[in-house]
C-alpha cells in the first residue's frame, strides 16, 4: 500500500499485484485517494484472461448446463515441504489464501456476482508450516453454492473447475497454459499461445460418456490492451477498485469466518455494492441481472 500511495499523491496512475492490499480497510483507503487524485487504479487479475476461466463462463451462458446450482473451483498445488520464502513465512498477506485465493475469488465474483454469506475455513496442516496452506470458502448465492478450495498437498487427480446444473456438468482438469509456455520460451503471440490442449468435459446425465469440449485460447495480455485503453480514455479499467474492494471483503470475511466457525455477510455499504454493479458494464449487467 506505500508505494501505491506514494504513486497516487505524485499524480500517477497506478497497477497493484493482487489482491491489492492487505485489509478491507486500506482498499478503501486507496479507492478513497485515486478518486481524489483522479487517476486510475487497477489490480492484476490476469486470471480473468485463462482458458479454463473463459470456457467455464461460455458454457454457463450459452445455457448448456441449464440453471448451475454448484460451481467448484480449485487452485491446488503439491509442495510438501515449507520453503523459505515471503508466501511461507508468518506476517500480513501471507500464506494460500492471500495468494491463491484471491484469483479464486475474483473469478467467481465475475461469474455470479456478490454472495450473500461466506463460511471460511482456513487452516494450517503441514508439520513445519507457519502460515495458511489450506483453505475451504463457501459463498452463498440463494440456491447456487460456490466452494473455493487452495492446497498445497494435492498431487493430482481433481479438476480446476467442476460446474453442476439442472442441464449437466461441465468439468476442466489442468490449469491454463500460459504459465507453462512462457517458462518454456514462448513468445505471447506466437501460433498457439493459450491454447489448452485438454479440452472440458460436459456429462449430460444420460450417457456415461462426455463431450469433450474445446476452450477458448487464454490470451492474459488482454488486461495490459485494456489498462492501456483506459488511460487513453478509449475504454474501461479492466479491473476497477470498487470490484478489488468486493475482492478484498470476500477475502476478510472468510479469514473473520473462520475464526468465528460462523458463516458471514459481506461487508461491503450500499454504496460500494452499487459501485461494483456499475463496474461490470451493460453486457455483464445484463448476465447477472438475468442470472447467467
Do not use: C
Request: glycine fraction near 10%; avoid cysteine; charged fraction near 20%.
Amino acid at each position: 500500500m506505500p508505494l501505491a500511495t506514494a504513486a497516487l499523491n505524485a499524480g500517477k496512475d497506478v497497477v497493484a499485484d493482487k489482491p491489492f492490499t492487505i485489509t478491507l480497510a486500506e482498499a478503501r483507503q486507496l479507492t478513497e485517494l485515486a478518486l481524489k487524485q483522479e487517476r486510475l487504479l487497477s489490480v492484476f487479475q490476469n486470471r480473468r484472461w485463462d482458458s479454463e476461466f473463459l470456457g467455464a463462463r461460455s458454457a454457463i451462458e450459452e445455457g448448456r448446463l441449464g440453471e448451475v446450482l454448484h460451481f467448484e473451483s480449485h487452485f491446488d498445488r503439491f509442495r510438501p515441504e515449507v520453503r523459505l520464502r515471503w508466501r511461507e513465512a508468518p506476517g500480513p498477506g501471507s500464506g494460500v489464501w492471500y495468494d491463491l485465493g484471491p484469483h479464486l475469488v475474483d473469478q467467481a465474483l465475475q461469474l455470479f456476482g456478490l454472495p450473500e454469506t461466506i463460511a471460511g475455513n482456513l487452516a494450517v496442516q503441514r508439520r513445519k508450516a507457519q502460515t495458511v496452506d489450506w483453505f475451504h470458502v463457501l459463498l452463498t448465492y440463494n440456491r447456487l453454492r460456490v466452494i473455493l478450495h487452495g492446497s498445497v498437498l494435492v498431487a493430482g487427480g481433481t479438476p480446476r473447475m467442476a460446474i453442476h446444473g439442472t442441464g449437466g456438468s461441465w468439468l476442466k482438469y489442468g490449469l491454463d497454459v500460459q504459465e507453462e509456455q512462457l517458462t518454456s520460451g514462448m513468445i505471447p503471440g506466437q501460433p498457439g499461445w493459450g491454447q489448452d490442449p485438454r479440452p472440458a468435459l460436459f456429462y449430460n446425465g444420460r450417457s456415461s460418456q462426455p463431450l469433450e469440449l474445446p476452450l477458448p485460447a487464454g490470451d492474459q495480455r488482454q488486461y495490459y490492451l485494456g489498462i492501456r485503453d483506459a488511460i487513453r480514455n478509449q475504454g474501461t479499467n479492466p479491473v476497477s477498485p470498487a470490484q478489488a474492494v468486493a475482492l478484498m471483503a470476500v477475502l476478510e470475511t472468510a479469514i473473520e469466518s473462520s475464526t468465528s466457525g460462523k458463516a458471514l455477510p459481506l461487508p461491503l455499504t450500499e454504496a460500494e455494492q452499487a459501485a461494483w454493479h456499475q463496474s461490470l458494464g451493460p453486457s455483464a449487467r445484463h448476465r447477472k441481472d438475468a442470472g447467467l
